[in-house]
């Protein structure tokens, strides 16, 4: 039986609604279950969001402006969210000298605070290692002690070594990301676009450093312990499924400021700077110290640089 015009408009408007509707339902069952509080609009707009480097100005702060009204709502606290570009001429590095550090554990705690880890399931950025002195394996990291009374250090017979991202010239995890959700910004700092993640893993596997961490859960922090101050690329709220890791304190660093390890260190142990600077703390302990990095035989150029400055620990 033939149509008629109406008919066949009718139909064809159906046809237009139902592969809108499907599109839609296929990608809400693909965005995290976790942001299932937020209106479908944020959660479409989410979706199809564009690869940070990719947006505008104007496309940055209107995600920006979602991404504080999802935090507001979900925390009931107002938490500002940073896009403060890279400094130019400006390369961060990190210098630790082994021979001060105590094992404390200031450095982790103070960054876990600062950078809204979660407590519960519990992720640190940084991890402590305790070392046997003169231990032939060292730096064997499967032979280190993770995990030893905090409160006793430093004890006799034992040295101590943080571990990081080592924020790698030439990073093994941002080829592996299928996503391309992490990248290596012109300041040398390698980030994670929470938004682009899709959890997959393959930067864990790629790191050599064991410095990525997966959100298993639903990261949980209390309200009034998140620090508001946040930037898109570091320290703002994570999702269940994601990756995260250290972001040598974006938050802080892009705007001139330590990192809060570097604060924290009751014993001067931690050195920041930028090695663009000839007159900088970071180039003269390079220049000065008997310097190493972490598996340097693996060509991915850390900007994380150990020392000892004195002979007194190993």
């Given at each position: ?40 609009s ?51 590095g ?128 209390a309200?009034?312990?998140i ?10 709220p ?43 703390e ?7 110290k ?25």
């Amino acid at each position: 039986m033939k149509k008629t015009k109406d008919e066949r408009r009718a139909l064809k408007v159906n046809r237009r609604t139902l592969l809108k509707g499907t599109l839609a339902a296929a990608a809400a069952t693909m965005l995290p279950l976790n942001r299932a509080d937020a209106s479908f609009s944020d959660f479409w707009e989410s979706f199809f969001q564009k690869h940070f480097r990719e947006m505008t100005e104007a496309e940055k702060e209107k995600v920006v402006a979602r991404l504080e009204k999802e935090y507001e709502e979900k925390y009931k606290i107002a938490i500002k969210v940073g896009i403060e570009p890279a400094m130019p001429g400006v390369l961060f590095g990190y210098g630790l000298d082994l021979s001060r550090c105590i094992g404390c554990r200031t450095c982790e705690y103070a960054c876990v605070a600062e950078n809204n880890q979660s407590i519960d399931p519990q992720i640190h950025w940084i991890q402590v290692l305790r070392f046997k002195k003169e231990d032939p394996k060292f730096p064997d990291f499967e032979h280190a002690e993770k995990y030893y009374n905090a409160a006793l250090a430093p004890q006799p017979g034992y040295f101590y070594m943080p571990i990081q991202c080592q924020q790698c010239e030439n990073p093994a995890c941002t080829r592996a990301c299928p996503t391309q959700a992490t990248w290596k910004e012109p300041d040398g700092i390698v980030t994670i676009d929470y938004n682009w993640c899709i959890g997959c893993r393959y930067c864990m596997a790629a790191c050599p450093y064991g410095a990525r961490h997966f959100n298993w859960g639903e990261p949980h922090r209390a309200p009034q312990d998140i620090n508001p101050n946040t930037h898109y690329l570091g320290n703002r709220p994570r999702y269940r499924g994601v990756v995260e890791k250290c972001t040598f304190c974006i938050q802080r660093s892009r705007k001139g400021r330590y990192t809060a390890c570097v604060e924290a260190c009751p014993v001067g142990a931690r050195k920041f700077g930028n090695l663009l600077d000839p007159n900088s703390e970071i180039r003269y302990m390079i220049a000065n110290k008997r310097v190493f990095r972490l598996k340097e035989d693996l060509n991915t150029s850390p900007k994380f640089f150990y020392f000892f400055d004195f002979g007194g620990t190993r």
